[in-house]
């Protein structure tokens, strides 16, 4: 059996590690990026905490903002936190740009779907857009509106955010 010489080995990692890999690994973030600053558009949006997508949501979200003002319930204690102070981009958003200016990010397509009755596209984000305990980010994105509609967490446990938005977006009780 011929084994390759080391400096060999070393030259093909250095063209797989230089040319190869990132072409294929730094896939384009824009239409990620897109929804996300599109969802940040809209006047009223809110994030129910779910354990899978078909889950019926919950009486409560984990968040809502309406115009510049956020409430969210921190740990599920039932107790909404006003922030008038809203961030002036989608957080999500804004760490993938974040990681973007510090080097190459992946943002992958992962195929299509349905949530819900409509169909979606699914983006799975750049380990570096979540965190070390959140793991990769599923984002499934509503092909007819544009808007994000779920987020999954490949880490932290089952199931993830389901989006709502418009008018059904309500002032938390109970603040």
Same mark, same amino acid.
């Given at each position: 059996? !011929?084994?390759?010489?080391? /400096?060999?080995?070393? $030259?093909?990692?250095? /063209?797989?590690?230089?040319?190869?890999?990132?072409?294929? &690994?730094? &896939?384009?973030? %824009?239409?990620?990026?897109?929804?996300?600053?599109?969802? *940040?558009?809209?006047?009223? $949006? &809110?994030?129910?905490? /779910?354990?899978?997508?078909?889950?019926? $949501?919950?009486?409560?979200? &984990?968040?809502?903002? !309406?115009?510049?003002?956020?409430?969210?319930?921190?740990? =599920?204690? =039932? #107790?909404?936190?006003?922030?008038?102070?809203?961030?002036? +981009?989608?957080?999500?958003?804004? %760490? !993938?740009?974040?990681?973007?200016?510090? @080097?190459?990010?992946?943002? +992958?397509?992962?195929?299509?779907?349905?949530?819900?009755?409509?169909?979606?596209?699914?983006?799975?984000?750049?380990?570096?857009?979540?965190?070390?305990?959140?793991? #990769? !980010?599923?984002? *499934?994105?509503?092909?007819? %509106? @544009?808007?994000? /509609?779920?987020?999954?967490?490949?880490?932290?446990?089952?199931? =993830?955010?389901? *989006?709502?938005? @418009?008018?059904?977006?309500?002032?938390? %009780?109970?603040?």
């Amino acid at each position: 059996m !011929i084994f390759p010489s080391r /400096v060999a080995v070393r $030259l093909m990692n250095f /063209v797989l590690c230089a040319f190869v890999l990132p072409a294929v &690994a730094q &896939a384009d973030c %824009s239409a990620a990026l897109d929804a996300l600053a599109k969802s *940040w558009q809209q006047a009223r $949006l &809110a994030q129910y905490d /779910v354990t899978s997508p078909e889950e019926a $949501l919950p009486s409560k979200p &984990a968040m809502v903002r !309406i115009g510049k003002t956020i409430w969210t319930d921190t740990g =599920g204690a =039932g #107790r909404s936190y006003r922030s008038d102070d809203a961030p002036a +981009e989608n957080p999500l958003a804004f %760490s !993938i740009k974040r990681q973007a200016a510090k @080097g190459p990010v992946n943002c +992958e397509p992962a195929g299509n779907g349905t949530y819900r009755g409509q169909p979606v596209v699914k983006y799975k984000l750049d380990p570096s857009a979540g965190s070390n305990t959140t793991g #990769r !980010i599923t984002l *499934w994105v509503s092909k007819t %509106s @544009g808007l994000p /509609v779920y987020q999954e967490y490949e880490k932290t446990y089952l199931g =993830g955010y389901a *989006w709502v938005y @418009g008018d059904t977006v309500k002032e938390p %009780s109970g603040k």
